[in-house]
């Protein structure tokens, strides 16, 4: 009996470390595992790149033609890309606030190549240019990465890494290393200049974060998620494509807190044919993780079975 006790109790303390890093982790709204397929992502190049591979301006377009390619992720398999292409997703999206997150292994590094880019007309057809470009800069040494953004009918064209207009001096994640990063866009509160104390004109409030520790806040501009605004992966209309790995992109409707953006970079994606705004995580209520619990153990126990976790130019 007194045995049993134990194992109950000890069965219940593990259960609680699994709820908090499992099945109470925010869902995302999109996600992308990139284990064999893009799911309803398509591939995108870009045509008139100059010799050095960047371009005037130039929208990506569908390429049917060219196959997407994958390599070892952190879980499963990752996205491969090798410079000449990109991936437009098909995520819709989500309002003023947003987190998103994913793995990078860069190969190489550029000034403003993306990362990730966010935003609609973004050649400024119709002067409402709006985009957030998660890349490298050489501002203030050279750092990646780095939250520009931009809002052409507020004149605002913010950036940051430590704060705005700062990277400290410079700060570069590795090269062929995997290193987690979550950006969220909280569209609640004006985005900050912290050495003035004033807000900064046409902004919201963002965060970065790097292997689950928050790096840097600093002013995003408003509306770079809103309306038509699409997700360029590795790719815009201008700067050297990507080169190097991406594995479990999130897009999640919410700001994710510290804990959740620990959960986000330790949750594999999932792994199906296409994206889905429908709940992924599996979130288990207390009155059913209790009920089963006692059932087995008569304590309030359950064990959840997690997903496997398997140069510059």
Not at 17 to 33: D, H, I, Q, V
Not at 72 to 98: F, H, I, M, S
């Amino acid at each position: 009996m007194k045995f049993k006790r134990f194992a109950a109790v000890l069965m219940t303390l593990l259960v609680f470390g699994m709820l908090t890093s499992t099945a109470f982790a925010a869902t995302p709204k999109y996600e992308y595992g990139f284990d064999g397929s893009i799911g309803g992502a398509v591939v995108v190049t870009r045509e008139g790149d100059n010799e050095d591979g960047g371009n005037a301006g130039t929208l990506p377009t569908v390429n049917e033609s060219v196959q997407p390619q994958f390599g070892e992720g952190v879980n499963g398999q990752a996205l491969y890309l090798d410079g000449n292409y990109g991936l437009l997703l098909d995520a819709k999206a989500v309002g003023e606030t947003y987190t998103i997150a994913f793995w990078i292994n860069p190969a190489r590094f550029s000034n403003f190549g993306p990362f990730i880019q966010i935003g609609s007309d973004l050649l400024s057809t119709n002067n409402t240019a709006t985009w957030l470009n998660i890349t490298k800069t050489d501002w203030d040494g050279d750092s990646a990465p780095v939250i520009w953004s931009r809002n052409e009918a507020l004149d605002a064209w913010p950036w940051y890494q430590k704060a705005y207009f700062s990277c400290g001096g410079g700060y570069q994640i590795p090269k062929n290393e995997w290193t987690h990063i979550a950006v969220t866009v909280d569209g609640s509160k004006p985005g900050m200049d912290p050495v003035l104390n004033t807000e900064v004109a046409g902004t919201v409030h963002s965060q970065l974060y790097i292997n689950g520790e928050l790096f840097g806040e600093g002013p995003v501009a408003k509306g770079t998620f809103s309306g038509d605004a699409k997700v360029y992966v590795g790719i815009n209309c201008w700067d050297i494509i990507f080169k190097g790995l991406m594995d479990d992109i999130k897009i999640y409707d919410k700001v994710l807190t510290a804990d959740e953006v620990k959960a986000a970079m330790n949750e594999p994606a999932a792994t199906t044919a296409a994206s889905t705004s429908s709940p992924k995580t599996g979130v288990v209520s207390y009155a059913a993780v209790f009920g089963l619990g006692a059932a087995l153990l008569g304590t309030g126990a359950v064990v959840l079975k997690k997903k496997e976790e398997k140069e510059d130019k």
